[in-house]
């Protein structure tokens, strides 16, 4: 390979938050611990982008900084090659991540009271920013038979009916149980949605990353539902770019878009975030393609491992994102035990499945966008502690 995706960065004492959060949970940790919870990679950043910034510093000025036109001209180009999807510029709000801008999302188009549909198990910040302006959280959980999730239309549209029912925060592809949603479950979710007056959010922060047969289609592309689709996306967990706190809310109405700046006030992204955008956005296919092949193959592996190891512990498949999702019930342990067994016995640092909901309970979620042989390492402390109870 021409990048390098084997180099582990030790990030202790470097303000990463996962890194942190292990030592708080395990203050005893033994050296040579990798957390594996929250979504950003343990690969370095693609160099175009390191030295690209490097370049930048070296001939511009850290003043008010504003996305550029050559800014726009990346994002568009990059959704149009990647996802066929054409967007006007004017379009974009930039944001300081999808996070805040589902806050905002939600305070701009619902009253206090009102009902936010969040599908379950779901990235919990869907849950934080509805409760955040005291909103109704009405739960539409999706269906989970044979180690497979699907969507519940007949649900929905009940949930959708309801008076109060006046956005839903859909999440394309799907944290953390991996789907890739097809053309055909988005057109018919949408149709649902637009029939009931019910405003739908779409949180594409993982559309980059999608693993082999399967293939994004963005929401508002999956049907005739012209300007009535908000999509969230950003370049951080394609090229690893958290920090960089930038994201491009594509929103088509202009009346919405200018409740959402009201809302959302004078904060945005800075010039380093905006710079590192546009590097990703128009030097770095090659890192991803590469990227991406690493993530399809730790998936393979983790996968065999589980089944020759521990075949009471069922993977569900990946289709997009890095997050692996493990279905632990059979081991019969309570989420504390779980927990428990985890962290203080096999020194796993993992998302517990019930922060995303009940439905998650007895459920892991495990970033796989690390080294190979840091995932080798966690997956044999996983099985010893499993089979030493």
């Not at 491992?305 to 069922?314: M, R, S, V």
């Not at 390492?377 to 499993?386: G, I, P, Q, S």
Request: proline content about 5%; charged content about 25%; hydrophobic content about 40%.
């Amino acid at each position: 390979m021409k990048y390098d995706f084997e180099t582990l960065i030790d990030r202790t004492d470097s303000g990463s938050g996962k890194w942190d959060g292990m030592k708080e949970k395990k203050p005893d940790l033994s050296p040579g611990i990798v957390p594996f919870s929250v979504a950003d990679m343990e690969f370095k950043n693609a160099p175009e982008i390191r030295e690209g910034l490097k370049e930048y510093l070296d001939t511009h000025i850290l003043g008010y900084t504003g996305p550029t036109k050559q800014y726009y001209e990346a994002v568009c180009a990059w959704m149009k090659q990647e996802h066929g999807w054409e967007i006007d510029p004017e379009h974009i709000v930039c944001t300081l991540g999808v996070v805040p801008a589902l806050f905002t999302l939600v305070k701009a188009f619902c009253e206090p009271g009102d009902g936010v549909i969040v599908m379950p198990p779901v990235y919990y910040p869907f849950y934080m920013a509805a409760e955040n302006h005291n909103c109704r959280i009405k739960r539409c959980p999706l269906v989970y038979r044979d180690h497979a999730y699907t969507i519940d239309y007949d649900l929905l549209e009940k949930i959708a009916a309801e008076e109060d029912s006046k956005m839903l925060i859909f999440c394309s592809p799907h944290n953390p149980v991996g789907r890739v949603w097809k053309k055909e479950e988005l057109k018919r979710v949408g149709e649902i949605c637009l029939k009931h007056g019910v405003k739908i959010v779409s949180d594409e922060i993982h559309s980059d990353l999608i693993m082999p047969g399967h293939t994004h289609t963005v929401f508002s592309q999956a049907g005739d539902f012209g300007s009535e689709v908000i999509v969230c996306t950003a370049p951080s967990k394609t090229f690893n770019l958290a920090a960089m706190q930038t994201s491009n809310i594509v929103i088509p109405k202009k009346e919405d878009r200018e409740r959402f700046r009201e809302i959302q006030g004078h904060s945005g992204p800075g010039a380093l975030g905006f710079e590192a955008c546009r590097l990703a956005y128009t030097k770095c296919r090659p890192w991803l393609t590469e990227c991406l092949s690493v993530i399809w193959d730790n998936f393979r592996f983790a996968k065999a491992f589980f089944e020759e190891h521990l075949p009471q512990i069922k993977v569900i498949d990946l289709e997009g994102t890095y997050l692996m999702w493990l279905d632990c019930t059979a081991l019969g342990k309570t989420k504390e035990e779980l927990e428990e067994l985890m962290v203080q016995k096999a020194e796993l640092f993992l998302d517990e499945g019930y922060l995303f909901g009940e439905e998650g309970a007895g459920f892991e979620r495990i970033n796989i966008a690390c080294p190979q042989w840091v995932l080798k390492a966690a997956l044999e402390r996983f099985e010893k502690a499993v089979k030493e109870g």
